[in-house]
C-alpha cells in the first residue's frame, strides 16, 4: 500500500507531464504546421496518445494514474477512492494541470502567465464532452475487467481517437480543461467556456459509472459472475 504522500506526488507528476504534453506539443504543432490545422492536430494527438499510455503504465502502481477529477470521482462514487483522498487528488491534478502549463510555456520561451481567447464552447461540444468523457471512463472500468495492464495501451489509444472523432477533441479532463485556459496556444479554451466543459465531462463520467453499475447488477442477477 503506498502512502498518501506518494499517491498524491504521482498524481501531481502525471498531471504536470500529460498537461506538459498537451500544451506543449500543441506549440510545438502550430509553428511546423504551417497554418495547417489537420497536421497540427494530428501531432497534439500523437504526442498526447503515446504519452498517457507511458504514464498510466509508469504511475498506476504509486497512485492509479488518475490524472484527471472525472475519473477520480468516478472511483469515488464507486466507494473505491475515500472522501478524503478524493478531495486530495482533485486539488493535486488541479495545480498539476497549471503547473504543466507553464512548464511548457518556459520550455518554449514564450510569456509563462497567459489567458487563453480560444472560444470552444456550442451545443455540438458540449455534447461531444459528454460523449468523449463517457467513452473515457469506459475504457478504464473495461479494461480493468479485462485487464488492468492493458489500461495505458487502451487509454492511449482511446483519447487518440476521440481526439478526432469528438467535435471538442477530446478534453474529457477537468484538471486539462483548467489548465488549458491558461495558455494562448492551439491547445488553448477560453476561460467562459471551461465551466460548461468541466460540467459535461462529470456528466460523461457518472454516466459511465452508473452504465457500468447496471451492467454488473444484471450479470448478477442473471448468475453470472462478475
Same mark, same amino acid.
Not at 498537451?22 to 497536421?39: C, F, H, P, T, Y
Not at 494514474?65 to 478531495?87: D, G, I, Q
Not at 487518440?160 to 488549458?180: K, Q
Not at 466543459?197 to 454488473?216: E, I, P
Given at each position: 500500500?503506498?502512502?498518501?504522500?506518494?499517491?498524491?506526488?504521482?498524481?501531481?507528476?502525471?498531471?504536470? #507531464?500529460?498537461?506538459?504534453?498537451?500544451?506543449?506539443?500543441? +506549440?510545438?504543432?502550430?509553428?511546423?504546421?504551417?497554418?495547417? @490545422?489537420? =497536421?497540427?492536430?494530428?501531432?497534439?494527438?500523437?504526442?498526447?496518445?503515446?504519452?498517457?499510455?507511458?504514464? !498510466?503504465?509508469?504511475?498506476?502502481?504509486?497512485?492509479?494514474?488518475?490524472?484527471?477529477?472525472? =475519473?477520480? =470521482?468516478? #472511483?469515488?462514487?464507486? $466507494?473505491?477512492?475515500?472522501?478524503?483522498?478524493?478531495?486530495?487528488?482533485? +486539488?493535486?491534478? !488541479?495545480?498539476?494541470? %497549471?503547473?504543466?502549463?507553464?512548464?511548457?510555456? =518556459?520550455?518554449? @520561451?514564450?510569456? +509563462?502567465?497567459?489567458?487563453?481567447?480560444?472560444?470552444?464552447?456550442? /451545443?455540438?461540444? #458540449?455534447?461531444?464532452? %459528454?460523449?468523449?468523457?463517457?467513452?473515457? /471512463?469506459?475504457? !478504464?472500468?473495461?479494461?480493468?475487467?479485462?485487464?488492468?495492464?492493458?489500461?495505458?495501451?487502451?487509454?492511449?489509444?482511446? %483519447?487518440?481517437?476521440?481526439?478526432?472523432?469528438?467535435?471538442?477533441?477530446?478534453?474529457?479532463?477537468?484538471?486539462?480543461?483548467?489548465?488549458?485556459?491558461?495558455?494562448?496556444?492551439?491547445?488553448?479554451?477560453?476561460?467562459?467556456?471551461?465551466?460548461?466543459? /468541466?460540467?459535461?465531462?462529470?456528466?460523461?463520467?457518472?454516466?459511465?459509472?452508473?452504465?457500468?453499475?447496471?451492467?454488473?447488477?444484471? $450479470?448478477?442477477? @442473471?448468475? /453470472?459472475? @462478475?
Amino acid at each position: 500500500m503506498q502512502s498518501t504522500t506518494t499517491k498524491l506526488t504521482g498524481e501531481f507528476i502525471g498531471t504536470l #507531464f500529460l498537461v506538459a504534453t498537451v500544451v506543449g506539443s500543441g +506549440i510545438m504543432a502550430e509553428r511546423l504546421a504551417a497554418g495547417n @490545422d489537420a =497536421v497540427a492536430l494530428l501531432g497534439n494527438t500523437l504526442a498526447t496518445g503515446v504519452m498517457l499510455a507511458v504514464l !498510466i503504465t509508469v504511475i498506476r502502481s504509486l497512485s492509479g494514474a488518475h490524472f484527471n477529477p472525472a =475519473v477520480s =470521482v468516478t #472511483f469515488w462514487v464507486r $466507494k473505491e477512492l475515500s472522501h478524503s483522498l478524493t478531495s486530495l487528488y482533485l +486539488i493535486v491534478q !488541479i495545480l498539476g494541470g %497549471i503547473c504543466g502549463t507553464w512548464l511548457a510555456h =518556459v520550455m518554449f @520561451d514564450v510569456e +509563462i502567465l497567459q489567458t487563453s481567447t480560444n472560444p470552444r464552447l456550442s /451545443v455540438g461540444t #458540449f455534447v461531444a464532452e %459528454i460523449v468523449a468523457t463517457f467513452g473515457l /471512463v469506459a475504457t !478504464i472500468l473495461g479494461t480493468l475487467r479485462v485487464n488492468p495492464n492493458w489500461v495505458g495501451a487502451t487509454v492511449g489509444l482511446y %483519447i487518440s481517437g476521440a481526439y478526432w472523432f469528438t467535435a471538442s477533441t477530446s478534453f474529457a479532463n477537468p484538471a486539462v480543461t483548467i489548465a488549458r485556459c491558461l495558455t494562448e496556444s492551439f491547445s488553448g479554451i477560453a476561460p467562459m467556456d471551461v465551466a460548461p466543459f /468541466v460540467l459535461a465531462q462529470l456528466v460523461g463520467a457518472l454516466l459511465a459509472t452508473l452504465c457500468f453499475w447496471m451492467l454488473r447488477r444484471s $450479470k448478477r442477477e @442473471d448468475g /453470472v459472475a @462478475d
